[in-house]
């Protein structure tokens, strides 16, 4: 969701030589927001080492120290003691986790929930490098890697080999493996196999190794703060699980899912060499048959086979997956709300609360919904319109004020311009009212007719109208200004009144002389 500015995140960045522009456009911040960090930090002579050692509250209140005042009302686990616990038996975070919290409550303290329980413990062992112990648990920990070997598609078309791109997880407890095939190594594409590998096992993970890879990991300096994908941030969030970036050059820290790569380019990719694939849905198919029998594969050095493992041993200590899973959203920052108490996404209008009229808010796009929200509060919630759609509206009653005699315009009062401009006109105004539930929907749209008026005059709009009403049923701003701009209605004035004389000479009659009737000389 929208938030505070990220201070600490742009310190550490800025400390590592990157520029305001590429910290915006890496990490989706508004580029005021980066060149306001950067200005406090010089006036006030702060660097990261100043806010390294303090939380994203702290450093937030460090630059701005008269927004959101708030209090650090935690109590600090002990992970050094978290660390040792957790060789034991039968012993996990979970359960470390709720006797933190059985403590604190019994000393009237403030305990930390279990997602930031976690958190804290990957950075914790990632600043003291305790990551290389190789001991598994069941339920734990999840390796994810891209595969560096691919394989093809043929096109149809033309031949041209299509490379395709291997997701790879693992179960370090079981080796149960998972494997995705992607057109390319893009964000969305590693959050969808991330998604995907969840569903597949059924359930999360405590943890999630992963390689220093761009989609996921922004920075891992050798000593301070990982900077994670915001991203990929919130994916961990929503599945209660910390990403824990293995250390660079650290292979090792993620043995499992590099052994298991270099065992599905033997399993899965030399197995299928020799076929020729046109589509993903046949190669998906082949693949998914190569690893079932590899899962399905007797150990060679341990009883059973992964599957048999994962599913007698690990599968129940997997956390069950939230009601609905992750879906990937994109942020659209400082949208309009208009009088008409609307925003614009992609030529479609969803409603806001009408108090909001006038202010600038943030839209949270996801593959099926549309979320607004002000000052990092939601205000109003939408189902997203199909990208085939466009000049939709998505208006909540409770949204729209009981009257808008406040505002300037109102439908009588357009309507009474239209008529001074001409008939055609009015109807074109009549059929954009027509077509909309609520009245107050159309005073945009019917105001940007009119106003074409003072361009091009009354004169040619009225024309262009009529003009317009023969190729579309109700005709919009986007109709009439072509029309106007390309002068098709000069062309079709003439043309009318072409036909106008036309019409008068085929009406008017032949008209005898006098001398028909004796007059003149026959008097």
Same mark, same amino acid.
């Given at each position: 969701?929208a938030r505070k500015?990220?201070v600490?995140?742009?310190m550490?960045?800025?400390a590592?030589?990157?520029?305001?522009s590429e910290?915006?456009?890496?990490?989706?911040m508004?580029?005021?927001s980066v060149?306001?960090v !950067?200005?406090?930090?010089q006036?006030?002579?702060?660097s990261?080492?100043d806010?390294?050692?303090k939380s994203?509250e702290?450093?937030y209140r460090?630059?701005?120290?008269?927004k959101?005042?708030?209090e650090?009302?935690?109590?600090q686990?002990?992970?050094?003691?978290?660390h040792k616990?957790l060789?034991r038996?039968?012993v996990t975070l979970?359960?470390?986790?709720k006797e933190y919290?059985? *403590?604190?409550?019994?000393?009237g303290l403030?305990s930390?929930?279990?997602t930031?329980?976690?958190n804290?413990?990957?950075?914790?062992?990632i600043?003291?490098n305790?990551?290389?112990?190789l001991?598994?648990?069941?339920?734990?920990?999840s390796?994810?890697?891209w595969?560096?070997a691919?394989?093809?598609?043929?096109s149809p078309?033309?031949g041209e080999?299509?490379?395709v791109?291997?997701f790879v997880?693992?179960?370090?407890?079981s080796?149960?493996a998972?494997?995705?095939l992607?057109?390319?190594?893009?964000e969305?594409?590693w959050? *969808?196999?991330n998604?995907h590998? !969840?569903? /597949?096992w059924g359930?999360?993970t405590t943890?999630i190794?992963?390689?220093?890879l761009k989609?996921?990991?922004?920075?891992h300096p050798k000593?301070?703060?990982?900077?994670l994908n915001?991203?990929y941030?919130a994916l961990?969030?929503?599945?209660m699980?910390?990403?824990?970036?293995?250390?660079?050059r650290?292979?090792?820290?993620k043995?499992?899912v590099?052994g298991t790569v270099g065992k599905i380019?033997?399993a899965?990719?030399?197995r299928l060499?020799?076929?020729? /694939?046109?589509?993903?849905?046949?190669?998906?198919t082949a693949v998914?048959?190569?690893?079932?029998?590899?899962?399905?594969a007797? !150990?060679?050095k341990?009883e059973g086979?992964?599957?048999q493992v /994962?599913r007698e041993?690990?599968a129940a200590?997997?956390?069950?997956?939230p009601?609905l899973p992750y879906e990937?959203?994109?942020?659209k920052?400082?949208?309009?709300?208009?009088?008409?108490?609307?925003?614009?996404?992609d030529?479609?209008?969803?409603?806001?609360p009408?108090?909001?009229a006038?202010?600038?808010?943030d839209?949270?796009?996801?593959d099926?919904l549309?979320?607004?929200y002000?000052?990092g509060e939601?205000?109003?919630?939408?189902?997203?319109f199909?990208?085939y759609?466009?000049n939709?509206?998505?208006t909540?009653?409770?949204d729209?004020p009981?009257?808008f005699q406040?505002m300037?315009?109102?439908?009588?009062r357009?309507?009474?311009?239209?008529?001074?401009?001409?008939s055609a006109?009015?109807?074109v105004?009549?059929?954009?009212f027509a077509?909309?539930?609520i009245?107050?929907?159309g005073?945009?749209?019917?105001?940007?007719v009119l106003r074409l008026?003072k361009?091009?005059?009354?004169?040619?709009?009225?024309?262009?109208c009529?003009?317009a009403?023969?190729?579309f049923h109700s005709? *919009?701003y *986007?109709?009439?200004?072509?029309?106007?701009s390309?002068?098709e209605?000069?062309? !079709?004035?003439?043309?009318?009144k072409?036909k106008?004389?036309e019409?008068?000479k085929?009406?008017q009659g032949?008209?005898?002389?006098a001398?028909y009737?004796?007059?003149?000389?026959?008097?």
């Amino acid at each position: 969701m929208a938030r505070k500015i990220r201070v600490k995140r742009i310190m550490q960045l800025r400390a590592a030589g990157l520029s305001q522009s590429e910290i915006a456009r890496d990490n989706h911040m508004s580029k005021t927001s980066v060149s306001e960090v !950067f200005r406090i930090a010089q006036e006030r002579q702060i660097s990261f080492a100043d806010v390294e050692g303090k939380s994203n509250e702290e450093a937030y209140r460090m630059f701005f120290p008269d927004k959101h005042p708030e209090e650090t009302i935690y109590e600090q686990p002990d992970y050094a003691t978290v660390h040792k616990e957790l060789p034991r038996t039968g012993v996990t975070l979970k359960l470390l986790w709720k006797e933190y919290r059985d *403590r604190c409550k019994h000393h009237g303290l403030t305990s930390y929930g279990y997602t930031r329980f976690c958190n804290g413990y990957s950075e914790f062992t990632i600043s003291q490098n305790l990551t290389n112990r190789l001991s598994h648990k069941p339920g734990a920990v999840s390796e994810v890697d891209w595969s560096g070997a691919t394989m093809h598609l043929v096109s149809p078309l033309t031949g041209e080999d299509i490379p395709v791109y291997l997701f790879v997880a693992v179960l370090p407890y079981s080796q149960y493996a998972y494997i995705e095939l992607c057109l390319d190594m893009k964000e969305e594409s590693w959050l *969808r196999c991330n998604v995907h590998m !969840f569903e /597949f096992w059924g359930g999360s993970t405590t943890r999630i190794v992963c390689d220093n890879l761009k989609t996921g990991v922004i920075n891992h300096p050798k000593e301070g703060e990982i900077v994670l994908n915001e991203a990929y941030e919130a994916l961990a969030n929503h599945y209660m699980t910390a990403i824990m970036p293995a250390q660079v050059r650290k292979p090792k820290q993620k043995a499992s899912v590099e052994g298991t790569v270099g065992k599905i380019a033997t399993a899965v990719i030399a197995r299928l060499r020799d076929e020729t /694939f046109q589509t993903m849905d046949s190669m998906r198919t082949a693949v998914a048959n190569a690893l079932g029998d590899y899962n399905c594969a007797p !150990f060679q050095k341990r009883e059973g086979s992964r599957i048999q493992v /994962f599913r007698e041993e690990e599968a129940a200590y997997l956390r069950p997956l939230p009601a609905l899973p992750y879906e990937i959203a994109t942020w659209k920052y400082g949208r309009s709300v208009y009088p008409d108490c609307h925003v614009v996404l992609d030529k479609n209008h969803y409603s806001c609360p009408y108090q909001y009229a006038g202010k600038k808010v943030d839209l949270k796009i996801t593959d099926t919904l549309l979320e607004i929200y002000l000052s990092g509060e939601r205000i109003a919630t939408h189902r997203r319109f199909p990208d085939y759609l466009s000049n939709q509206w998505s208006t909540r009653s409770e949204d729209m004020p009981d009257q808008f005699q406040q505002m300037e315009w109102d439908d009588e009062r357009i309507r009474k311009w239209a008529k001074t401009i001409g008939s055609a006109t009015t109807e074109v105004i009549d059929r954009i009212f027509a077509d909309l539930q609520i009245k107050e929907q159309g005073y945009n749209p019917c105001m940007a007719v009119l106003r074409l008026s003072k361009k091009y005059s009354a004169t040619r709009l009225e024309a262009a109208c009529a003009l317009a009403l023969t190729r579309f049923h109700s005709p *919009r701003y *986007r109709h009439l200004q072509a029309i106007l701009s390309a002068e098709e209605d000069i062309l !079709f004035q003439s043309q009318e009144k072409e036909k106008q004389r036309e019409q008068d000479k085929e009406t008017q009659g032949y008209i005898r002389g006098a001398a028909y009737y004796g007059g003149l000389n026959h008097d």
